[in-house]
Structure formats: structure tokens, C-alpha cells
């Protein structure tokens, strides 16, 4: 089985694959839906913890 970060990460991939036609627009939008899959199943994980950096945004 997978872990959620790969899982993630695949995910936000065949998301991309699916939306993008092609060219370098299509292999931006990859990376990035990517870049968003790996964070929510890094997340998911718990190797890091998104609550406390927008937590942290919220100070002074």
C-alpha cells in the first residue's frame, strides 16, 4: 500500500494528465496539481503540519 504522500502526489499527476492539452501550460499545471498532491499527503502523513503554519501567518 501506498503511503498519502505518493498516493497524493499520483493523484494530483492523473488530475493534471486529465485537465491539461498539452504543451507548456498543461506541464505547469502537472507540477504544480502535483506540488499540491504531495503536500496534502505529506500532510496527511503528518511529516508536516499545515495548521500551524496558518497559524503562524495569523501573528502580528
Not at 19 to 31: R, S
Amino acid at each position: 500500500m501506498m503511503n498519502n504522500a505518493a498516493l497524493g502526489l499520483f493523484a494530483g499527476l492523473l488530475i493534471a494528465i486529465a485537465t491539461a492539452a498539452g504543451g507548456f501550460g498543461g506541464f505547469v499545471l502537472a507540477l504544480l496539481l502535483g506540488g499540491i498532491g504531495l503536500v496534502i499527503g505529506l500532510s496527511r502523513d503528518g511529516v508536516i503540519d499545515l495548521g500551524a503554519l496558518l497559524r503562524s501567518r495569523n501573528r502580528g
